[in-house]
Every structure is written in structure tokens, then in C-alpha cells.
Nanobody
Framework: QVQLVESGGALVQPGESLKLSCVFS????????MGWHRQAPGKQRELVAS???????NYGDSVKGRFTIFRDMAKNTVFLEMRDLRPEDTGVYYC???????????????WGQGTQVTVSS
């Protein structure tokens, strides 16, 4: 049973940076591509960034150039570094373990509990 635990969410001001972490357990981390999604109030959950098993990354248009996703295989952790945060980045950020053995990220039913990011002055 895959378990994902996110952390790092906070209240920050516009223009500031934040780093989210998602610790993976319950299976072999290397067998999963990973993704970060977010859900703003009153909106559907959207994909923010993903990292494939071999390392290539993909980003939503609204975060390209500001967010970076990377993984530490030794720590079974995927990170999301966010800089130049904007009020529209506000939401609950969720980690997702993609479908097992898929080389590219494909959303699965394996979700963490989420971590709140609020960007406000």
C-alpha cells in the first residue's frame, strides 16, 4: 500500500518562495513517476508538475519557469520548489504516485492528504 505524506505548505507573501516535500513509502519509489497537483477554492484539481521515472519533467503553463519538481531517490521524496509565488498559486497541493511501472507520469488513485499553500499580502 503506497503512502504519501506532503509537508511544507505555509502562508507566504507574493514574490516569496516555498519548498514542498512528499515522502513516499510502501513500495519501490523507483517504479513510480510522480506528480504534484493543486486545488484552489471552488476549482477542480489541476496538474502542476510531474517527473517521469527517467527524470524528464513537465509543468503546467502557469508555473513554468517558477516551479521545479525533482526527486531524491535516497530519501524516497519528491519535492516541489516554488518561487515568485502569486495569489493565484493558493490552494491545497497534493502529491500523486503515478501508475506503477509507467515510464511517464499518468495520474493514479494514490494521493497524499495535501498541504495548504496560501499566497497573500
Amino acid at each position: 500500500q503506497v503512502q504519501l505524506v506532503e509537508s511544507g505548505g505555509a502562508l507566504v507573501q507574493p514574490g516569496e518562495s516555498l519548498k514542498l516535500s512528499c515522502v513516499f513509502s510502501g513500495d519501490f519509489f523507483m517504479n513510480y513517476a510522480m506528480g504534484w497537483h493543486r486545488q484552489a477554492p471552488g476549482k477542480q484539481r489541476e496538474l502542476v508538475a510531474s517527473i517521469n521515472r527517467g527524470g524528464p519533467t513537465n509543468y503546467g503553463d502557469s508555473v513554468k519557469g517558477r516551479f521545479t519538481i525533482f526527486r531524491d531517490m535516497a530519501k524516497n521524496t519528491v519535492f516541489l520548489e516554488m518561487r515568485d509565488l502569486r495569489p493565484e498559486d493558493t490552494g491545497v497541493y497534493y502529491c500523486n504516485a503515478g501508475k506503477k511501472y509507467f515510464g511517464v507520469y499518468v495520474e493514479s488513485s494514490e494521493w497524499g492528504q495535501g498541504t495548504q499553500v496560501t499566497v497573500s499580502s
